[in-house]
Each structure stands twice: as C-alpha cells, then as structure tokens.
C-alpha cells in the first residue's frame, strides 16, 4: 500500500515560526512532524510515500531526499506556491499513488496511531480515523455509527487527518484547487464513508501554542 503525506500549506495558523520554515519540518522531541509520520508509515510496512509540497517545499525535499535514510521509497508532488487545497492536491498526486486504495496523513498531526489498524481493503469511498473533539472542534465533523459515518447525529467526533481512500473517489474531480471537506460530506450522504474510532494519543498542531504545549508535556 502506498500513503500519502499532505506538506503543501502554507501553516499561517503557524506564522511566525512558518515564514522561514515549512510547517512539516517544525519539531516535537527534537524530530519533524513529518517524520515522526513517516517512521510511523514505515513501521506499518508502508514502502512508498508521496509528499505534496508547496510553501518552502524545497527544504522538506533537502531534508528528507529520496527516503532512503528511512527505508522506504519517497516520491514528491510539487504545487508550487500556490497550494492546491487538500482534494485538488491528491488528485494531481493520483499518478503516483497506485491504482488501489492509499493512505492519506496530515503532516501536521502528532500521534501513536499504529496504520496497521487500517483495513486492508476498502468498499467505501472513504475510511476516516476519528478521535474524541479537541478543544478548537467541540462539535465534531462526523457522527459515527455502526463503522459508518454520517452527517448528522447526536454525538460526532473529529476527522483526524487520517484515512484511507479510493483512486475511483476522485473520478469525477477536475484539476484545480479545490477542498476535501465537500466530498466527504457527499458520501456520507450517501452512506459511502466509513470509519473506526481511535481513543489513543493524538495532537493537531496547528498553532505556536500547541506546539510549545506538546513539547513541554512530552519532552
């Protein structure tokens, strides 16, 4: 199976730690965020990473080079300056994901999700991990029920940045830059979008604050 890593935001929430340095190379424990992900990949057997890029995407490409370091085979999809949102970029990455589903992360998720854990096939268009609401997402993004995910219930839980996907459920999608939320919320509609709840340690970093929190708790 082969994942993919989305790097390509600019991590304005970030700013001013982000105005010199692209967000997946900011540290917890004195390691990148992208790299904890990727030796969590690695562990799980995974051999082939993509990595969108965008902003300062050239020093994650420096840093983590052709992936051999880590032991697997890393492959980049450059974006440029001007990011193509979540859904627009896997659907330019689609060519070097494989015809079969893949994992897609968030570069910017601290956690000790094991990727095992994700089914090894997929009859839906989509297969989240959810986890419990952070303070910054109180009312959730999904209710989940019975392994599926819908829009509406009585208790939702937040989307944690990672999933498993389909090629087949970006058919349809044209070239641009365009959101990954809508889709989602599509699916679900139509009781296409599954899920699995994971009570482990899990950490959106998505401000300076955050991340100062995390490295004082953990280190």
């Not at 994942?3 to 730690?17: D, N, Q, T, Y």
């Not at 995974?46 to 890029?53: C, D, F, G, K, L």
């Not at 959810?130 to 209710?143: R, W």
């Not at 989307?159 to 919320?185: E, H, M, N, Q, T």
């Amino acid at each position: 199976m082969i994942a993919m890593v989305l790097a390509a935001g600019r991590g304005e929430r970030m700013r001013p730690l982000t105005d010199t340095l692209p967000k997946p190379l900011l540290e917890v424990g004195g390691k990148s965020l992208i790299v904890h992900q990727i030796e969590a990949l690695c562990l799980a057997g995974i051999e082939i990473i993509v990595i969108n890029t965008g902003h300062l995407g050239d020093q994650i490409q420096h840093q983590l080079g052709t992936g051999e370091k880590f032991g697997v085979v890393i492959r980049y999809s450059k974006e440029g300056d001007e990011p193509l949102e979540t859904a627009g970029g896997i659907l330019k990455a689609l060519p070097l994901l494989g015809s079969g589903p893949f994992i897609v992360t968030n570069s910017d998720i601290y956690s000790n999700f094991d990727y095992q854990s994700l089914p090894k096939q997929l009859d839906s268009d989509a297969h989240l991990v959810m986890v419990d609401n952070p303070s910054h997402n109180l009312e959730g993004d999904f209710a989940f029920e019975h392994g599926q995910l819908q829009n509406e219930g009585a208790q939702k839980l937040t989307y944690s940045g990672i999933g498993l996907y389909s090629p087949k459920f970006f058919k349809d999608c044209a070239y641009g830059k365009f959101p990954l939320a809508p889709l989602l919320r599509q699916s679900a509609k139509i009781n296409r979008l599954s899920g699995q709840y994971f009570s482990g340690f899990w950490n959106d970093i998505g401000t300076p604050e955050r991340l100062k929190l995390i490295n004082a708790c953990e280190f």
